[in-house]
């Protein structure tokens, strides 16, 4: 079965550093996001992507946040200058197009802020 | 504010019970709910919810929503350890790009 594929799965990054995390989608998916979960709390959405631009994102997608789609496979999500609440699991997702709602999530990449 | 709000938070029992998940929604141009299931990581996808009062099943697990009281519930019969996991309730938008709103989930422990 396909799957989104994301690394590291798991990264450990001084405050103030840039990171980038990595995500592989499903190869004939059109839409793209990037979804957090703080330890303990909720899934929450940042970002979504389609036809190479943002097409949504939320008020936690401040400008340290950026994502791209350099090569039409991976798809990043850049922060450029972490901060210890930024300390959580992101969660890459993809779907198919139109109509399939049904998301593929990725395994994730915890991410430790210290 | 849009709201999606599960209960219980967690709820334990033992092989062989059904189970009964709740989620309720306050989404503004609301379109769908989905339902997920995280076991370790990953959230994998159930259910997408879009009509009132038709059933969606698969295997022992089946959904229902309910638009005019803007909840849906999800049953698993005949529970097995395997089934222990996050059971997360999402809404989404009409008109939007597919970005979800998360409940908080249910942590469902199944004990042999």
């Known amino acids: 079965e396909p799957e989104v594929t994301q690394t590291p799965s798991h990264q450990v990054t001084q405050m103030g550093q840039e990171v980038i995390l990595r995500c592989v989608p499903i190869?004939?998916?059109?839409?793209f996001y990037w979804y957090r979960q703080i330890l303990g709390q909720k899934v929450e959405f940042l970002v979504s992507f389609y036809n190479n631009e943002i097409s949504e994102k939320s008020e936690i997608f401040d400008d340290q946040f950026s994502v791209e789609r350099p090569d039409g496979s991976n798809f990043t999500l850049k922060i450029r200058s972490t901060k210890l609440e930024d300390s959580a699991m992101y969660f890459c997702a993809s779907r198919e197009g139109r109509g399939h709602y049904g998301y593929t999530f990725g395994s994730g990449t915890r991410l430790t802020v210290v | 504010e849009d709201k999606v709000v599960q209960s219980p938070l967690s709820l334990v029992v033992h092989e062989g019970d059904t189970v009964t998940l709740n989620c309720s929604y306050e989404v503004t141009n609301f379109r769908s709910l989905l339902w997920y299931k995280q076991e370790k990581k990953a959230p994998t996808f159930l259910f997408m919810l879009t009509s009132s009062g038709i059933e969606k099943k698969s295997g022992r697990l089946s959904s229902i929503l309910d638009k005019k009281e803007l909840f849906s519930i999800l049953n698993i019969t005949a529970t097995q350890t395997g089934d222990s996991a996050v059971y997360l309730c999402a809404a989404l938008h009409r008109g939007s790009q597919g970005n979800l709103i998360f409940g908080k989930g249910t942590k469902l422990s199944v004990k042999p």
């Open positions: 190869s004939n998916h059109l839409y």
